[in-house]
């Protein structure tokens, strides 16, 4: 291996025998001693590289595919095999693994950003995770994403209803079982797939509190258990309920509803409604939180009812605390 300088920065120049070709890798830095060390760490994982046999990306996908499929959610494995599958569409063949370069995947992910900025940041993210397990796994040495940056979206505030809105979609909404679905949605900020496989054993009336957990064939999306406490029109949905045969609270002859029943049931409500078509059966939990929110609620106990690992994510509903700013300005 050589090692030189390059506009600043130290370079190493080595002979890749997967490829039988000479490469060159910038060691990001511009101070000898730090690129004598990331030399020697670089050499280390060379040397995993080559007890590895070369991989190309369709095989590596197959292997990580199954990798998510057997530890994510199917949501996630979704976006992963879409990303994956763009990026095909866009390389038009199949290539080694060892060969992406931050150039390719950075004109990619520009080319899907002037039509869509949402599925550039969706499949940035996707692939970057996948090329940070593909080092695990020794198949390359470096991530060609990790440095790869694109322009911010703005940050749009989510929609929601009130619960007078709530109660004009529920007077619309025909089917008994779709009505109490949106209803337990509004009234304890579960996603839909978490409200579709709760079971009656992670119900306690004694309590009154409802249990997210995780299952054989559910996992939450943090892959974390947590506990709602249990409204009253709730209790009551799951009062009526408690008959039911089935292990599932909401389930048709013991078979789950699909996500897609619901929400095109509840869109075609509020299409008839005439109410705005941001509006989805994922408002819902939006509107949980935002009405919390307005109401005074800390959010940091909405972080937790909500299931947010991190209190970032729950700082999307923080524009509507102001009446709870104005009242503790009040209070010096």
């Known amino acids: 291996m050589l090692i030189f300088k390059r506009k600043g920065y130290y370079q190493v120049e080595y002979f890749d025998e997967v490829l039988q070709k000479l490469r060159r890798k910038s060691l990001k830095t511009k101070n000898k001693n730090e ?26 996908r197959e292997e990580y595919l199954l990798y998510i499929k057997q530890t994510g959610s199917k949501k996630y494995l979704s976006s992963v095999e879409l990303s994956f599958r763009k990026f095909f569409d866009y390389l038009a063949k199949d290539i080694f693994l060892i060969d992406i370069d931050m150039i390719t995947m950075e004109k990619f992910l520009l080319s899907v950003f002037t039509h869509s900025k949402y599925a550039a940041h969706l499949y940035l993210r996707t692939l970057k995770a996948a090329m940070s397990k593909a080092i695990t796994w020794g198949y390359v040495q470096s991530n060609p994403i990790k440095g790869i940056k694109l322009p911010k979206i703005p940050t749009k505030h989510p929609a929601f209803i009130s619960e007078k809105e709530l109660n004009s979609i529920i007077e619309c909404i025909a089917m008994v079982d779709v009505k109490e679905i949106v209803i337990t949605a509004f009234y304890t900020g579960m996603r839909m797939s978490e409200i579709l496989n709760i079971r009656w054993f992670a119900i306690n009336f004694t309590s009154d509190i409802i249990t997210v957990q995780n299952s054989e064939n559910f996992t939450t999306k943090n892959k974390h258990e947590r506990v709602i406490p249990m409204h009253t ?29 619901i929400s095109h049931n509840f869109k075609k409500t509020i299409r008839k409604l005439g109410l705005s078509e941001s509006l989805h059966f994922h408002s819902l939990r939006h509107s949980f939180a935002s009405n919390l929110v307005q109401k005074g609620v800390s959010l940091y106990v909405v972080k937790e009812l909500l299931g947010h690992e991190s209190i970032t994510t729950t700082q999307i509903y923080s524009h509507l605390q102001n009446d709870s700013l104005i009242n503790a300005i009040k209070l010096l």
């Open 35 to 60: 690129a004598m060390k990331r030399l020697t760490d670089f050499g280390e994982s060379l040397d995993q590289i080559k007890k590895a046999p070369p991989i190309t990306i369709s095989k590596f």
């Open 233 to 261: 029109k709730v209790r009551d949905i799951l009062l009526r309920r408690h008959n039911n045969s089935s292990v599932y609270i909401f389930a048709k002859n013991g078979i789950l509803y699909r996500q897609e029943y």
